[in-house]
């Protein structure tokens, strides 16, 4: 049986469970751009030091600013996946 992230409509819901796809990721993604909508968003230190411990940096950034970084990431070949909320 396949795995199901929870559904993500806003920063509030973005946690361990959440973001657990990311971690499944192959090859392990290095770095996990996250868009949270109009505006930055502060998430909960818990769920990003549990990321840190998986070997994961997480940037939280407004949306427009994190499809930005992704593609500027991207382009240095950087091992990236993104998270995006719309604005």
Same mark, same amino acid.
């Given at each position: 049986?396949?795995?199901?992230?929870?559904?993500?409509?806003?920063?509030?819901? @973005?946690?361990?469970?959440?973001?657990? !796809?990311?971690?499944? !990721?192959?090859?392990?993604?290095? @770095?996990?751009?996250?868009?949270?909508?109009?505006?930055?968003?502060? !998430?909960?230190?818990?769920?990003l030091?549990?990321?840190?411990?998986?070997?994961?940096?997480?940037?939280?950034?407004?949306?427009?600013?994190?499809?930005?970084?992704? &593609?500027?990431?991207? &382009?240095?070949?950087?091992?990236?996946a993104?998270?995006?909320?719309?604005p």
């Amino acid at each position: 049986t396949p795995a199901v992230s929870p559904q993500v409509g806003s920063h509030r819901d @973005i946690s361990h469970e959440s973001l657990s !796809l990311f971690r499944l !990721l192959e090859p392990q993604i290095e @770095i996990l751009v996250l868009g949270t909508g109009d505006r930055v968003e502060r !998430l909960h230190a818990a769920t990003l030091k549990q990321m840190r411990e998986c070997g994961i940096a997480v940037e939280v950034q407004d949306t427009a600013n994190a499809c930005a970084t992704f &593609n500027f990431l991207m &382009n240095e070949r950087r091992m990236v996946a993104a998270g995006l909320i719309p604005p």
